[in-house]
């Protein structure tokens, strides 16, 4: 009788292997990698800006942004606080691991503590690539409605963390927040995926975070990443924080 070998070898299509090289970049200068996915105008540049703010003088902050023409995004990541590098993809619909490469290459990853992608503004193509982040985040805002998980199932399977933006304008546009969490459980398999939606400091929506209650991506994922934080990013002596130990 014939006997099966099973092939255990998993293999890596050059985009994987290239994002692996660029988390061993990240890793190797001690850097946490954020990847930002959404559809357009979800408010990705916008949580990223109030990220910087918030955490001005406490993390180094280098933005990564991808659009496919223009480089108004990375220009209010620099106006904020953050060292950016704007990548144009040329018509291609999401960043890859080579156009990370080539961001890389021209940031100091020594001077800085993490990096936030902002990937190019669509549900489809960005899911598919791997950037070398340690991280992902969907950025879901109500006025896209309560169906785009069901929709685009592959953007909300694998991402470490959904935030809900535009939450001042749900008294305005139909949106059952039951509906839309409950994406989860129709899902082949549930991830360990945590909704979140924030509240700014008693105000909701930018506003509160342009008051400086909030620190954006800091603050609403604190409890998503920090678990899973190798320990080396984890400072100890940071109680209320996300510190990065760089010793
Ligand atoms: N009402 C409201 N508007 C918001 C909120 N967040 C962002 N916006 C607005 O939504 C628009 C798009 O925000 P951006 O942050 O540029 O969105 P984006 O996802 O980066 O957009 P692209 O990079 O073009 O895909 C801007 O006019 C923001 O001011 C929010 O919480 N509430
Ligand atoms: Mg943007």
Redesign the pocket.
Known sequence: MPKRIPVVEKILSANDRLALKNQSRFDAAKVFAINVM??????????I?HTIKGLEGRLRIGMING?IATSF?ADRAKAAGATAIQINTGGNCHLDAVMVQLALSQLDLGALDLVII?NV?NLVCPADFKLGTHKSVL?A?IPEGDDKPYKYPGMYRGVNAVVI?????LPYVPFRMDFFKKYRSAQPRRDPVRTLLPDWGGSI??AGMAGGAGEGIYRVLRPVLEPGLPRKYVNPNCCNCLCFDRS
């Open positions: 959404a559809s357009p105008g979800a408010g990705k540049t916008s949580l800006e659009d995004d902002e503004g950025v805002s933006n535009k939450i001042d304008l929506g930018l």
